[in-house]
C-alpha cells in the first residue's frame, strides 16, 4: 500500500511540474473575452458563457469550438491574439512579478453640478489607479494564486467627516496622480487589494476564494442580477463547464445594513463609526447559473436563481446553503429574498447575435392582489421587473472587424426593493423608515481620509440604473486586431423617481393613483436618504454622446481616450431645475512589463 501511494505521488508531482496550468483567472472587463465573443458572432456561434471571471481551462474551451483554418486573414489575427493570451502561462515560472503604471487626466466644464466619481460615464470602475503592482503564483496543475497592490486615489474622501465638503469633480482638472493637486494625502486610496484570491481546479471546473469582481449577463448597459459596477465582491464561487454546459454556484458577501442604517435611514453620506466600529450582522447573496448551448451552438438558454440572505444576529440557517435547492421553497421569508433570471440569446446567421433576459424580483400570481387593481382596501405587492433586450452585429473589414450593438431596457419602480418582514419588526409588512429591508441594494464598505473614515457606499446589485427606468443605447465601432479600437457611443435615460433608497410599500391604488408603469412622476412613499420628496415630481432624462479608443503603439504600451457630452433635464426628478451639461474628456496612457 505504501508503494502505492509513493508512486502516485511520484506521478502526480511529475504532472504538476511539466503540464501546462490552465487556472488563472481572467477579470471581467477582460479583452480576451471580448475578443472570443467577437469571434463566436462572427462564426454564427451563440454567444460564450456570459457569467464572469472565467479561467484559463474555460477560455480555453471556448476557443476550441473556432476552426482557424476557415477564418478570414483579420479573424486569424483575432483568433490568434486571444490564444496567446490564454495560453500565455506556459511560458511563466511558478511565481511572477506583474507591473502596470497609467497615467490618466480627467477634464470637465461642470465643476458645480457633476460631483463624485459616478456622475462621470467613465466610471470608476474604468478609472485606473497610478500603479499596480500584482503577483501570479502556479502551484503544479491545479492551484493559482493573485493578489495586486495598487497606488491611487479613493472613490470617496471626506474632510472633516463630512464626504459632500470636496467631492471629486469639484475642479475642472484631476488626475490619478497621488499626492499631486487638487489630490492630496487624504485621498490615498487604502481599500487594495481589489482583486486578491485562490483559485483551483482542472479543465472541466474552478474554484475560486477571495476578492473579485462579477458580472452575469449579455448586457452592455448592465445587467439584472449581478452587474460589474460594484468594483470587487467577497466571494466564493465554483464554476463547472463543458462545451455544450456551464453550472456555476456563488456566494457574495456584504456588510450588514445595521452597521450604517438607524431609526432615520440611511446613514448621512453612508458613514459608520469609523475602524472601531462592532460590525454585526451577516448579509450574502447565494446564487446558481445555468447556462446550456444547443442548436447546434446557435441558442443559449440561461436559468439563475438567487438569494439574498440577512440575519442581524449571525445567525446562519444551514438549510439555505444547498447549491441545487429551489431556493424560493425554503420558505424562509424573514431571512431571505429570491430572485430568478431568464435570459435567450441567439445566432441566426454569421455575424448576427440577438438576446433578452428577464428578472422577476416580484411578480402577481393569480389569485393574489394585484397592484393595478382599484378596488378600495386592495393592498397588493408591486411588481418588481426587469427587461434587457439587444443586438450585436459583426463585420469583417479587410484589416479589421466593426462592431455594433443597439440594446434596451426597463425596470419597474419597486425592482430590487423589498420589506423587511419579520427582520425589521413589521408585522405589516409595510416597510416603515430606517427599515431597510431584505432588498438588492448593497454597499461596498471603503475607508477614506487615510483610513479615518468609514464610508458604506451603497449601489445596486443587479442593474446599475435601479429600478424606474427605461434605457436605450447604440454603440458602433471598428477594431483592428493587436492595433486599436475606436467606438461611438448614444445612450439616453429615462428615470422616474424611485432610487435605491424608496422605502417600500405595499400598494394602495385607490381611484388608480398610483403609477406602476416607469418611468413614474411622483415619489408616493418616504425616502431612506432624502427627507423631502415633495419636489420629485417629473422624470428625469440624461443624454449622452461620446467617442472613445485605445492604441497599441509598441508592446506593452497603449495609450487610450474618451469624450462624453452630458445633459440632464429635470435633474434629480426635479421640473424647477433648469438642465444641467458637462463635457467630460479622459485622456490616459498605460505601460505594462
Known amino acids: 500500500m505504501k508503494k502505492t501511494l509513493l508512486i502516485l505521488l511520484i506521478a502526480f508531482l511529475g504532472f504538476s511540474l511539466f503540464a501546462y496550468n490552465a487556472q488563472t483567472i481572467f477579470p471581467v472587463g477582460s479583452p480576451v473575452y471580448d475578443w472570443i465573443k467577437a469571434l463566436y458572432i462572427a462564426e454564427g456561434y451563440a454567444l460564450p458563457s456570459t457569467s464572469g471571471p472565467w479561467s484559463a481551462a474555460e477560455l480555453g474551451k471556448m476557443l476550441e469550438k473556432i476552426d482557424e483554418p476557415s477564418l478570414p486573414v483579420n479573424m486569424k489575427a483575432l483568433y490568434k491574439q486571444a490564444c496567446d493570451a490564454v495560453h500565455e502561462t506556459e511560458e511563466r515560472s511558478d511565481f511572477n512579478l506583474n507591473f502596470d503604471l497609467f497615467v490618466e487626466a480627467y477634464l470637465h466644464t461642470n465643476t458645480g453640478s457633476y460631483l463624485g466619481r459616478d456622475a462621470w460615464i467613465r466610471g470608476w470602475d474604468e478609472m485606473k489607479p497610478f500603479f499596480r503592482f500584482s503577483t501570479d503564483a502556479y502551484v503544479g496543475t491545479p492551484f493559482y494564486g493573485y493578489f495586486e497592490f495598487t497606488l491611487g486615489n479613493s472613490k470617496t474622501f471626506t474632510v472633516s467627516g463630512n464626504p459632500y465638503t470636496r467631492p471629486w469633480g469639484s475642479s475642472s482638472f484631476n488626475s490619478n496622480l497621488p499626492m499631486v493637486p487638487p489630490n492630496d494625502m487624504k485621498q490615498l486610496d487604502f481599500n487594495m487589494p481589489y482583486r486578491a484570491f485562490v483559485a483551483a481546479g482542472s479543465d472541466v471546473i474552478s474554484f475560486q476564494m477571495g476578492r473579485d469582481n462579477l458580472s452575469w449577463g449579455a448586457g452592455t448597459t448592465g445587467n439584472l442580477i449581478i452587474g460589474d459596477q460594484l468594483g470587487y465582491h467577497d466571494l466564493f464561487r465554483v464554476a463547472a463547464f463543458t462545451k455544450s454546459f456551464k453550472w456555476t454556484f456563488l456566494l457574495s458577501f456584504f456588510p450588514h445594513p445595521q452597521n450604517y442604517y438607524d431609526s432615520t435611514g440611511y446613514l448621512p453620506g453612508g458613514t459608520g463609526g469609523g475602524q472601531s466600529q462592532y460590525i454585526n450582522g451577516i448579509r450574502f447573496f447565494m446564487g446558481h447559473r445555468l447556462e446550456w448551448r444547443m442548436l447546434s451552438d446557435k441558442m443559449t438558454f440561461t436559468l439563475t436563481e438567487g438569494v439574498m440572505y440577512m440575519s442581524k444576529d449571525n445567525r446562519l440557517d444551514l438549510i439555505v446553503l444547498n447549491p441545487s435547492m429551489l431556493y424560493h421553497n425554503n420558505y424562509t421569508r424573514s431571512l431571505t429574498n429570491s430572485i430568478l433570471g431568464l435570459e435567450l440569446d441567439c445566432t441566426p446567421i454569421k455575424g448576427l447575435n440577438l438576446y433578452v433576459s428577464m428578472v422577476i424580483d416580484e411578480s402577481v400570481l393569480p ?27 459583426i463585420l469583417n473589414a479587410k484589416q479589421g472587424y466593426f462592431h455594433f450593438n443597439a440594446e434596451g431596457a426597463y425596470t419597474d419602480p419597486y425592482l430590487y426593493l423589498r420589506d423587511g418582514d419579520l427582520q425589521s419588526g413589521s408585522a405589516s409588512r409595510t416597510q416603515q423608515k430606517g ?43 471598428y477594431a483592428k486586431a493587436g492595433s486599436f479600437d475606436v467606438s461611438v457611443n448614444l445612450f439616453y435615460m429615462l428615470h422616474g423617481t424611485h432610487d435605491q ?50 492604441f497599441n503603439v509598441l508592446k506593452g504600451l497603449k495609450v487610450y481616450g ?25 485622456i490616459g496612457s498605460s505601460y505594462s512589463f
Open 367 to 393: 389569485g393574489e392582489p394585484n397592484p393595478e387593481s382599484t378596488t378600495a382596501g386592495n393592498l397588493a405587492e408591486p411588481n418588481g421587473r426587469g427587461f434587457i433586450a439587444g443586438a450585436t452585429y
Open 562 to 586: 474618451q469624450l462624453d457630452f452630458v445633459s440632464k433635464i429635470n435633474p434629480d426628478n426635479d421640473s424647477t431645475r433648469a438642465p444641467e451639461h458637462d463635457l467630460q474628456l479622459t
Open 435 to 477: 427599515e431597510y429591508g431584505i432588498n438588492y441594494v448593497v454597499a461596498v464598505r471603503e475607508q477614506a481620509d487615510c483610513g479615518g473614515t468609514t464610508i458604506y457606499d451603497e449601489q445596486f446589485l443587479g442593474y446599475q440604473h435601479g429600478g424606474d427606468a427605461i434605457v436605450a443605447s447604440l454603440n458602433a465601432g
Open 501 to 550: 433608497w424608496t422605502v417600500w410599500t405595499r400598494i394602495d391604488n385607490t381611484a388608480g393613483r398610483m403609477n406602476q408603469a416607469s418611468p413614474t412622476t411622483n415619489h408616493q412613499t418616504e425616502n431612506q436618504n432624502d427627507d423631502d420628496v415633495s419636489d420629485r415630481n417629473s422624470v428625469e432624462k440624461t443624454f449622452v454622446a461620446g467617442i472613445n479608443g485605445s
